[in-house]
């Protein structure tokens, strides 16, 4: 009775089950990366003047 709690509850809802969900770890880059740009964007006028 135990495990078939267990495994109900680690099951993924049948709605998101059809969904494909990409790794974590593209998340984590796309959010550096995101991160990067909007800096570099904003930040623009004070990296050129660096140079």
């Known amino acids: 009775m135990e495990d078939q709690d267990k495994n ?4 993924t809802p049948s ?3 059809r ?3 990409p790794k974590a770890k593209y998340g984590v880059y ?7 740009i909007v800096n570099v ?3 623009k ?3 050129l003047s660096l140079l």
């Open 8 to 11: 109900q509850i680690n099951k």
């Open 15 to 17: 709605k998101m089950a």
């Open 19 to 21: 969904l494909a969900w």
């Open 30 to 36: 796309a959010a550096i990366i995101i991160i990067v």
């Open 41 to 43: 964007l904003y930040y």
């Open 45 to 47: 006028d004070q990296l």
